[in-house]
Structures are given as structure tokens and as C-alpha cells.
């Protein structure tokens, strides 16, 4: 067995780092929009970033001459709810628009609805830290769930919240720029209450059968070998491994109902029944191994000076995302998505007028090779979304870090597509099996 016939081929973005207009037709500011400065490489912002708020008509044919069967994008929060109690209807015309573009172009819309550009009126009053973020964050999903859920079939809670939540509140890389360890148990219970409240409206009032899901990071540690040994070390260090980072933290609560040892203090059985709400889909982000994040050959001692790595430095190991894949399945039970995957490399577009990246179709050769392995193997993988459809403002980084498949001059916001873009559409065509 292969690729199902309806598998979702698809490519994924972010409203902050796409869309620009950050504060046109009645947005709101969000963290990343007004906390930021001084934090951004060479001082970016997002005020433009691929400026796909106006030229989204542009960006879907493009996913459509690329036939792509899916596209998963994020609302961005604080222009649909510019302030407390305000509803942005022009916000919310844009989504209706791109969604219709998208529907109109035979592409599934896949909703995120919380991709880490919190509202500044709900940072002021505390953001992730005030458990009345949860209110909040059901309020604004009633709102998107109410106009976009007759078109749109596949929704995504919160992206990464283990990158947010430690980044934003804990080490200080992310916006909005906090380090408060300590408050890290009650930023998860918060989050993951927010979570499960927005499922539960989802599926109160969606239109469509809704298929809900998360998209945590979801990477897996790669067993020396085989053996049940090692399979069941790998598995090990997978969920328990990385601590609050780790998979077990964010997902065992949501899925299992089961309560991590390190959040007891601040998970009540009472939570629990908000946040263990039934999912129709398993998603993750994978870019890595695990256990190559880190750069330290004393931590990890297969790292070697000029390994296989992404423009980001970051290593490239294929075989994670079978194990990621293959781990996930077996231990919540769900189908999978892959909802994000991909790598930077400084392209640029040549003198034929191209933009040639060997590089990256070979990391999407071999990462889509080791996702085959685990379809063939019984595990029910139903979609991968190419992270990213666009190249666009990669955070704390700016515009430095080039994942599209089309390559964007932030000069012109000329967009050409990539030879990794036409190699995914030979993929899609033959539905993975000229891999
Ligand atoms: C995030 C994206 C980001 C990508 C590459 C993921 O952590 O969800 O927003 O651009 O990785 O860094």
C-alpha cells in the first residue's frame, strides 16, 4: 500500500509571516507586530513580509498551477478581534475571500487558528498567563468557526505550542520576550485549556463534518536499531525525553487524558475534562531528529563537523519523521498529518531566470521516502503539508531563512517558483510514486 488516493499534498504558512497589512482595514496589533523591534534580525518586521493580504489571488494559482490538494494558513487573531469585544468584519471578508480563491481552486482549506501572534489587548491582560485567555480564544473560534466552517473542513487548534510557550515565557527568543520558568506549568494548563475549549466549539458548530486537530512539534528520537531494545529507548526519550518540550507534555494530556508527573500541580482532574477532547487527526511539525537539535557533540554524540545540514544549520535526518510518524500512531491512535516540514537554504534566482534548489528537492525526496516507508508499513498517514508554500518572515530571523517552495524577492514581491516547487508537483501528480 502507498499513498491513499485522497492523500492531502499540500503546503503550509502563517498569517504573521505572510500576509503583511498589519494594520490595514481595522487590524489590531499583535505581539509580533508591536513587540518586537530591537529583536528581529537587521530590525525586520512583518509589516509587509510576502504582502499575500493583497496578493492572495497571485499565491493561489500558483498552489493551483502547483496542484496542490491542500493549503494549510492561520487567521491571525488580532484582525478578526482587533480588540476586546470588537469583530473586524473587513478581517474577516479577507478569510472569507481566501478560503472561497482556495475552494474555487479545488484546494482543501486547513485552518490553524492560533500560530503565535497573540492580540496586544490580550498580552496586556496577562496573554497566556491569565487563565481567561481560554475565554477569550473560544470567543474568537465561535467567530472563525461561524463564517469559514461551511467551506472549510479541517481546523488546527494552536501551532507549537511547546515553541511559544518556551521561547515567549521562558528563554525570551520569542515575543512577547518573557522569562518566567516558573510560570511555565500555568502557561501549559492555560493553553491547553484554551485547546480544548476550541475543539469543543468546533464541533458544536461547525457546518462541515469538521476534521480537528493540534500542531505541535512532533519530532522523534531515531533508534540506534531495530531491535525492541531500541525501539523502545527511542520511544522513550521521544515522549519523556525533552521534558516540558517533549511530546509526552503537550500531547499526552490532550490525547490520553493523562497528566505528566511534572504538570500534576497545575492540571486538575476538573481541566482535564476540557482538555481531553476527542481529535480526528494526530499533527505535527517536523524539521529534525530529537536528539539533533542540539549542537553539542557531547550531548549527542553522533554529531560531526560538516554533517548534512539545512541552511538553518539545522541536521538533516530523514528518518525522523518515519519514527515520529510510526511512534505517534501507534501510541495515540489517530491519523497522522504531517503539518509541517521543510528546510531554509539561501536561494536566489539565478541568471536563467530560475531558482534551482537541488538541496531542498532532495531533503523532500528523502524526508517523503521515509513517510512512504511508514504508509507501506500500515501506519495511516493522511496528509503532509511543505512547510512553506512561500518563502516569508521566518520570526526573530527575518527574511534570511528562504522554506518556500517559491522563491519571493522582498524587493518586488516578484514570486518565482522554485524547481523544488515543480519536483513537489511531479510528486503530487504521481501521488508519491515516482519517489
Ligand atoms: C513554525 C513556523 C516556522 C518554521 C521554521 C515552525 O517552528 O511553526 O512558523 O517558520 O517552524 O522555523
Given at each position: 500500500m502507498s499513498f491513499p488516493q485522497d492523500f492531502l499534498w499540500g503546503s503550509a504558512s502563517a498569517a504573521f509571516q505572510v500576509?503583511?497589512?498589519?494594520?490595514?482595514?481595522g487590524k489590531g496589533l499583535g505581539i509580533w507586530d508591536a513587540l518586537a523591534e530591537g529583536h528581529i534580525r537587521l530590525n525586520a518586521?512583518?509589516?509587509?513580509?510576502?504582502d499575500h493580504y493583497h496578493r492572495y489571488k497571485e499565491d493561489v494559482a500558483i498552489m493551483k498551477e502547483l496542484g496542490l490538494k491542500s493549503y494549510r494558513f492561520s487567521i491571525s487573531w488580532p484582525r478578526v478581534v482587533?480588540?476586546?469585544g470588537v469583530i473586524n468584519e473587513k478581517g474577516i471578508a479577507f478569510y472569507k475571500d481566501l478560503v472561497k480563491e482556495l475552494t474555487d481552486a479545488g484546494i482543501e482549506p486547513m485552518v490553524t487558528l492560533?500560530?503565535?501572534?497573540?492580540p496586544m489587548w490580550m498580552h496586556e491582560k496577562g496573554?497566556?498567563?491569565?487563565?481567561q485567555v481560554a475565554d477569550y480564544f473560544e470567543e474568537y473560534a465561535k467567530v472563525v468557526v461561524d463564517v469559514l466552517s461551511d467551506k472549510v473542513k479541517y481546523w488546527m487548534t494552536i501551532n507549537e505550542p511547546q515553541l511559544f510557550a518556551g521561547a515567549g515565557y521562558?528563554?525570551?527568543?520569542?515575543?512577547?520576550?518573557?522569562?518566567?520558568?516558573?510560570?511555565f506549568g500555568k502557561i501549559t494548563r492555560n493553553i491547553m485549556f484554551a485547546h480544548g475549549k476550541a475543539v469543543k466549539v468546533i464541533r458544536e458548530?461547525?457546518?462541515?463534518a469538521p476534521m480537528v486537530g493540534m500542531a505541535p512539534t512532533g519530532s522523534a528520537v531515531i533508534p540506534k536499531s531495530d531491535s525492541p531494545e531500541d525501539l523502545e529507548k527511542a520511544r522513550f526519550e521521544t515522549y519523556e525525553?525533552?521534558?516540558?518540550?517533549g511530546n509526552a507534555w503537550w500531547a499526552d494530556p490532550i490525547c490520553l487524558g493523562i497528566i505528566p508527573e511534572g504538570l500534576r500541580n497545575d492540571i486538575s482532574k476538573e481541566d482535564l475534562r476540557i482538555i481531553h477532547q476527542p481529535l480526528d487527526f494526530y499533527g505535527f511539525n517536523i524539521y529534525t531528529?530529537?536528539?539533533?537539535?542540539?549542537?553539542?557533540p557531547k550531548v549527542n554524540p553522533e554529531l560531526y563537523d560538516g554533517m548534512p545540514r539545512t541552511g538553518?544549520?539545522?541536521?538533516?535526518?530523514?528518518e525522523s519523521i518515519y519514527y515520529a510518524a510510526k511512534f505517534h500512531y501507534e501510541r495515540y491512535g489517530l491519523p497522522v498529518i504531517i503539518t509541517e516540514n521543510g528546510m531554509s537554504n539561501p536561494d536566489f534566482v539565478m541568471m536563467d531566470g530560475k531558482v534551482h534548489d537541488p538541496q531542498r528537492i532532495d531533503y523532500i525526496h528523502r524526508y517523503l521516502l521515509q513517510l512512504k516507508r511508514a504508509v507501506e508499513e500500515g501506519v495511516k498517514v493522511i496528509g503532509y503539508q511543505y512547510w512553506s508554500i512561500m518563502d516569508n518572515m521566518?520570526?526573530?530571523?527575518?527574511?534570511?531563512?528562504r522554506f518556500g517552495l517559491v522563491h519571493v524577492?522582498?524587493?518586488?514581491q516578484k514570486r518565482t517558483i522554485k524547481d523544488s516547487g515543480y519536483f513537489y508537483a511531479e510528486v503530487i501528480k504521481a501521488n508519491g510514486e515516482n519517489l
Open positions: 500576509e503583511g497589512a498589519y494594520n490595514e482595514d518586521t512583518g509589516n509587509v513580509a510576502c482587533p480588540e476586546e492560533f500560530h503565535w501572534n497573540l496573554g497566556w498567563l491569565n487563565p521562558v528563554d525570551g527568543g520569542h515575543a512577547p520576550f518573557l522569562k518566567m520558568p516558573a510560570m458548530r461547525a457546518k462541515l525525553g525533552d521534558g516540558p518540550n531528529a530529537q536528539n539533533f537539535w542540539t549542537q553539542d538553518f544549520d539545522w541536521a538533516i535526518k530523514p521566518e520570526w526573530t530571523e527575518g527574511y534570511e531563512r524577492d522582498f524587493k518586488t
